[in-house]
């Protein structure tokens, strides 16, 4: 069957949230189930009937994967593909202190599955990940609430994760979706935190040297 005669067989109610739903998945990359009612809703209508979804999106080189387990539906990238052939979410560059913190929410999700957690709902605070980024040496981001609030907001938006409360507040909680668990692999959480860790440590070499040269600089200038 073509698009036509899957859009011909809608009602209107069901073209809407066809519509809805595609644009849902082309700016968040992910439709999570248990986040909220309208993730419910999209992902109960895509996962009853995916095959418009594949076609639609074939056309510019997307499909979507459906992990009914943990209720994720994700957008891959066809073009992308791995070493081994598989089809590659699909990707955003990150900047290295998002990658940071993509790479301690990936951390703190795996630990709690591999400890036998199976609740759909994983809280973390503020806290938690505040240790695990000291890890990465970088005081700057735990000290800096607005940036840390910006840079969940961008994984909020990409349903990574959902925020509860406001940074710096005591109760706020971050939970964490099932979708983390396909952001990265191990393996390439493995090349990931290891890239990210060099480029810590070249920012945090490069802000020594400026350290170095102002001091010399000020001892000049007197």
Do not use: H
Not at 6 to 22: G, M, R, V
Not at 93 to 105: G, M, Y
Not at 192 to 218: H, K, L, P, V, Y
């Amino acid at each position: 069957m073509n698009i036509e005669t899957y859009w011909s067989d809608y009602t209107s109610a069901e073209k809407d949230l066809f519509q809805k739903s595609c644009r849902r998945l082309l700016k968040s990359t992910f439709i999570v189930r248990d986040k909220d009612e309208e993730n419910k809703k999209a992902y109960y209508f895509i996962s009853k009937k995916p095959e418009p979804f594949s076609i639609y999106f074939g056309y510019i080189g997307f499909d979507i994967l459906i992990d009914r387990d943990n209720g994720v539906i994700m957008l891959k990238n066809c073009a992308d593909m791995g070493e081994n052939g598989k089809i590659q979410s699909n990707r955003r560059a990150l900047k290295k202190i998002e990658s940071v913190v993509l790479c301690c929410l990936w951390t703190l999700y795996a630990d709690r599955m591999r400890s036998g957690s199976l609740s759909q709902s994983m809280f973390i605070s503020v806290a938690d990940l505040s240790y695990e980024l000291e890890k990465y040496g970088v005081k700057e981001l735990i000290d800096n609430k607005k940036l840390l609030s910006n840079i969940l907001g961008l994984f909020s938006r990409f349903n990574l994760l959902d925020l509860k409360g406001k940074i710096g507040d005591s109760e706020c909680l971050i939970r964490l979706l099932p979708s983390l668990q396909f952001a990265l692999d191990e393996e390439e959480f493995a090349r990931f935190a290891a890239i990210t860790q060099n480029r810590m440590a070249e920012t945090n070499s490069d802000s020594d040297t400026n350290d170095t040269e102002e001091e010399d600089g000020a001892d000049a200038d007197e």
